[in-house]
């Protein structure tokens, strides 16, 4: 038997090695800057739009305000960052195919040094958006709404969208084909069909509200189509998608989140893609939802140039566990156009993977979704940890990539051995 002294030494020389593993992770970290570490550069951005608008402290509080004062014209827009003529023409071109719009909160969030800041790839118009291959609906949402404003596609659950208004109209929006010139909730008497929809289907205990943006609708009309919903008794869940939390997170103060409260269960889905995202700001509105007793779950876009970067996505959920936000799903962004050039190839989204199992926590680590075509559905890809399949073992490939073999058999159940 081994001395307890050599079974120190072995735990210590494992050790070593287990530190070695994360070195290469914690020395890329230092170089990934949180939204949180760069407050006071966020702080002198702010200041700038202020002035712009002869805005104060109060008016940047009051959501309403932030969306009022949205950014969609290039005018505005390069008094804040560096913008020359050229790109200039280009944005204005763009935004007569594409409808751009930034909340002045999400605006003081981009690096105005930074020519590949990761805000700004998501915020301003890019001229890749007039090229590529594409179509609008790759999904085929068009083919899976029994009635207007929604989507089902599974079983048990289904989406409806309330609005197609959103806080910031994201470069890479994977629903383009709906976000029109004018910003408008789901009619009352379109709601009601929808709520009667599920209320004749027995079978949808999970109901999602999207959009747009389901927290760009007013407190009131929250409260009613939340109150409607609760009223069927076969409804178990209710989740509201939004991104406000990321880009206008103003919108979310305690009078909402009492709303919510109200109709428990709720959880609340929301997107952010970078740890710059992650601000003093955000994780405030974060903490109402959580201290509200909402479970907050994070939805994140795979973006070529944004977050391709396992490092990146890394950092990014540890700062989400840290503000209470759970990793859901990363999923794979979908060709629909004017958004292909912030595709990625699939191996990378495996790659960001393999790169989280077993070298940080199990909170940390999302399912990878891809989309199926004609909407069929989200199908979840891993990198394989089975090398292979004998009759009684199989070879499992561990995290670091040692191979080992694993007894796979059922012993015999007998009859007379049970009491
Ligand atoms: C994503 C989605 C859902 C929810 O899927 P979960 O895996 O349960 O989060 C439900 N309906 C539609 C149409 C969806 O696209």
Redesign the pocket.
């Known amino acids: 038997m081994a001395q307890p002294d050599n079974k120190q030494s072995k735990a210590l020389e494992r050790s070593n090695v287990l530190k070695e593993r994360i070195e290469k992770y914690l020395e890329a970290r230092s170089s990934i800057p949180t939204g949180r570490e760069r407050s006071q550069a966020i702080k002198e951005q702010k200041e700038i739009i202020l002035n712009i608008f002869g805005a104060g402290e109060e008016d940047w509080n009051n959501w309403e305000w932030q969306v009022k004062n949205r950014i969609s014209d290039p005018e505005t827009l390069a008094r804040v960052l560096n913008i020359d003529s050229q790109a200039h023409g280009k944005i204005e071109e763009i935004g007569e195919k594409y409808r751009w719009s930034i909340s002045p909160y999400y605006l003081s969030l981009i690096d105005p040094g930074e020519k590949w800041d990761p805000i700004k790839l998501q915020a301003v118009p890019c001229a890749m958006e007039l090229v590529g291959d594409g179509t609008p609906d790759p999904m085929g949402e068009e083919f899976?709404s029994p009635v207007p404003a929604i989507?089902?596609?599974?079983p048990d659950?289904?989406?409806i969208k309330v609005t197609n208004q959103c806080g910031m109209y994201c470069r890479h929006c994977q629903r383009r084909r709906s976000i029109g010139e004018v910003d408008r909730p789901t009619p009352v008497e379109e709601m009601e069909k929808a709520i009667a929809y599920v209320r004749d289907n027995p079978e949808i205990r999970?109901v999602?509200l999207t959009g747009g943006d389901a927290f760009m609708l007013s407190n009131e009309r929250i409260d009613w189509i939340l109150k409607e919903l609760r009223s069927i008794e076969h409804l178990e869940l209710i989740r509201l998608g939004s991104r406000t939390l990321v880009t206008l997170p103003q919108r979310v103060d305690k009078e909402l989140a009492e709303i919510l409260a109200r109709y428990h269960p709720i959880f609340v889905?929301t997107q952010f893609n970078h740890p710059r995202e992650v601000t003093e700001e955000s994780a405030r509105a974060c903490a109402i939802l959580a201290d509200a007793g909402v479970p907050l779950g994070n939805q994140m876009v795979l973006l070529r140039g944004i977050n391709d970067d396992p490092d990146v996505v890394k950092r990014l959920n540890h700062e989400l566990l840290r503000i209470r936000v759970s990793p859901?799903?990363i999923f794979h962004a979908k060709g629909v156009q004017g958004t292909t050039h912030f595709r990625t190839r699939v191996e990378k989204g495996m790659e960001i993977m393999e790169s989280l199992r077993g070298f940080t926590s199990g909170l940390a680590i999302p399912t990878f979704i891809i989309?199926a075509p004609y909407?069929y559905g989200?199908t979840p890809v891993l990198p394989e940890y089975v090398v292979s399949w004998a009759d009684d073992h199989i070879l499992l490939r561990t995290w670091e990539g040692r191979v080992m073999k694993y007894p796979n058999k059922l012993d015999p159940w007998n009859d007379e051995e049970i009491f």
């Open positions: 899976t989507t089902r596609r599974y659950r289904l989406i999970d999602l889905n859901y799903y989309n909407g989200k």
